[in-house]
């Protein structure tokens, strides 16, 4: 039995990653990790913004966030049977991390045309050209 990895950030092309990643893994045997990760705005970005509230808790928005997601996607007790990992870093990076030794990793694709689909699709091709097992890519 293996690990099937996938990336959760609570998107559309996101949740139907995660609903193939678990039929799959209903086929294969495999475990399923969720992963959603998070980063600090840039400085240059946050600093036009008023300051962060002393009690914000990056780490604990996100851990909602994906319990939301999969709970959403999967009804209670399909979440449950879910790992669930939150990370603080680059995405594409935080999921090459977590999927090293993985038998799969599963992304969202964005699904648009022109340049919106380079800027928004750039996760799914950079684990694509860069993951140590196999990638899908799921498309509408």
């Known amino acids: 039995?293996?690990?099937?990895?996938?990336?959760?950030?609570?998107?559309?092309?996101?949740?139907?990653?995660?609903?193939?990643?678990?039929?799959?893994?209903?086929?294969?045997?495999?475990?399923?990790?969720?992963?959603?990760?998070?980063?600090?705005?840039?400085?240059?970005?946050?600093?036009?913004?008023?300051?962060?509230?002393?009690?914000?808790?990056?780490?604990?928005?996100?851990?909602?966030?994906?319990?939301?997601?999969?709970?959403?996607?999967?009804?209670?007790?399909?979440a449950a049977a879910v790992a669930k990992v939150v990370v603080i870093g680059n995405p594409a990076q935080s999921l090459l991390d977590r999927s090293r030794g993985a038998n799969l990793l599963v992304v969202g694709a964005r699904g648009r045309s022109g340049l919106r689909a380079t800027l928004l699709g750039s996760v799914s091709l950079h684990v694509a050209q860069h993951a140590t097992c196999p990638v899908t890519v799921v498309r509408d």
């Open 1 to 78: 039995m293996g690990r099937i990895v996938v990336g959760v950030d609570g998107s559309d092309p996101s949740v139907k990653a995660l609903r193939w990643a678990v039929r799959q893994a209903e086929l294969t045997g495999d475990t399923v990790e969720a992963v959603n990760s998070w980063e600090y705005p840039s400085t240059s970005w946050a600093s036009m913004m008023p300051g962060m509230p002393e009690d914000f808790d990056p780490q604990a928005v996100a851990t909602v966030a994906l319990t939301e997601a999969l709970e959403e996607a999967l009804g209670t007790e399909g």
